[in-house]
């Protein structure tokens, strides 16, 4: 559904519109599971290349969740997309438009999911 729920026990406390990645390409997908916030970082710059092409791009606000063979998968904020693209980018039909498999937030919600989230937090990636 393209969209972070934040929850407490039952309760949700926040849910924000999310961009995921390619799943047309095994290296692209945003791998499903249940993984645990490893790392928390502030103003760096992700860098790397995948079949979709390369990318350098500076964000505020990095929380990794998964390393694997085909890179690290984290949530980030996307300041370089239009507020529209979040939670309307089909990772299927317009996997061009997706991300190379991190679950891409706006700013403000990542800025929150920051805030909330400690290192070992527990998420849960579903259709």
Partial sequence: EQHLW??????????????????????THTPRGEFKVYGTTTNTTLTGS?????????VFFWMPFLDNKHGT??????????????????PVTQGDKASHGCVELNKEAATWLHGWAPVSTVLRVQD
Wanted: one cysteine or more; hydrophobic letters at 30%; aromatic letters at 10%.
């Fill in 6 to 27: 934040g929850c407490e026990g039952t309760k949700l406390v926040r849910d924000a519109p999310v961009i995921t990645g390619n799943e047309n390409l095994e290296s």
């Fill in 73 to 90: 998968y984290g949530f980030h904020d996307a300041t370089w997309r239009p507020a529209s693209d979040f939670g309307n980018i089909d």
């Fill in 50 to 58: 995948d079949e979709m092409g390369s990318w350098r791009m500076p």
